[in-house]
């Protein structure tokens, strides 16, 4: 059992919230998973600047070098100013270029760096640990955005450590959250190996977002990717796929796996538990429903 939410913005006048109504959501969901969380924000100035890119990394796996010295070696071979800045287990870095040209840079100056996020809209954040424990160290409450979406883990198929914590994120820009479980995760992973595409945890929600960004990459828009996903991976779950423009979510067929959806002219949100979203503005007025069963749900910006 795990917690989902998200939360995609359609008046600019609550962006200044985001964060805060975020991490209510997170909150709300603990009792689905305390084992570990993460969040993934949207349009946060500070963390992810105009015209630059972000790339997350986990500092507990960066033999404890600090946010300025892994920011120093990147920038020596990017061969211009990056900037890095530590928010709990993760440490975000970020560069006037693109993504693959920073995440690249990452790969080569830090070889032991498990990279966990990276765009030019995104910023990753998760660990181990309570959820609101974790928001708060992140400074997820104070933090605007445009689009957010968070996760709250009771581990059931790798360790709980923050490479194994949710969200994934393996594609720019692109976001998975999951609660279920896929059965067939590892001949699906080991598929994968042999186009080359390489998971760096044992988590099958990775597996399915390595699936996703290949066929992303490949062309698909959100809603066929997630249909070839379908076809490909066997289990229960309901996910929730976010990028730099979209907001999606769909449940497997037999859906029982529990999703709620609010609509309204402000947002739409989304939450395992109807719970996580009693305090959004205007939620009495909102359009609720329940996901149908293998249907693909999906927002544009």
């Known amino acids: 059992m795990c917690g989902i939410v998200g939360l995609h913005l359609r008046d600019p006048d609550l962006e200044p919230r985001l964060g805060d109504l ?3 959501m997170l909150g709300e969901m603990t009792d689905r998973g305390s084992d570990s969380a993460g969040v993934a924000v949207y349009g946060n100035p500070d963390w992810t ?20 010295t892994l920011a120093t070696r990147v920038g ?9 800045r530590e928010l709990g287990a993760t440490v975000l870095l970020t560069a006037g270029t693109d993504p693959q040209t920073l995440a690249s840079a990452v790969r080569t100056a830090l070889p032991e ?20 424990d974790l928001a708060s160290g992140f400074g ?26 949710h969200p994934f994120s393996v594609g720019p820009d692109q976001c998975i959250v999951h609660n279920g479980s896929f059965s067939n995760h590892a001949s699906v ?9 390489h998971c760096d945890t044992l988590n099958d929600t990775e597996v399915a977002a390595r699936f996703v960004a290949a066929q992303i990459a490949l062309g698909a828009g959100i809603d066929q990717a997630l249909a070839e996903m379908a076809g490909v991976l066997d289990g229960f779950y309901t996910l929730l796929v976010s990028t730099a423009e979209e907001f999606a979510v769909v449940r497997d067929p037999i859906a029982c ?18 719970r996580a979203m009693a305090h959004l503005p205007g939620i009495d007025d909102a359009r ?3 996901p149908e069963p293998g249907r693909v749900y999906h927002w544009r910006r």
């Not at 997820?140 to 914590?165: C, D, F, I, K, N």
């Not at 796996?257 to 109807?274: G, W």
């Open 140 to 165: 997820l409450p104070g933090a605007s955005g445009w689009q957010g979406v968070g996760h709250t883990r009771m581990a059931t198929e790798s360790a709980v450590t923050p490479a194994g914590s």
């Open 257 to 274: 796996k529990p999703a709620v959806i609010a609509e309204t002219d402000r947002y739409v949100a989304m939450a395992s538990e109807y």
């Open 49 to 68: 600047p105009a015209g630059s890119a972000t790339v997350t990394v986990l500092a507990d796996l960066t033999d404890g070098l600090d946010a300025r």
């Open 22 to 24: 975020l991490t209510t």
């Open 288 to 290: 609720l429903f329940e």
């Open 189 to 197: 992973r080991r598929e994968l190996a042999r186009r080359d595409i």
């Open 113 to 132: 760096a498990v990279l966990v996020g990276l765009g030019s809209e995104l910023a990753v954040l998760k660990g181990v640990g309570l959820p609101l």
């Open 76 to 84: 020596d071979h990017l061969g211009r100013e990056v900037s890095g």
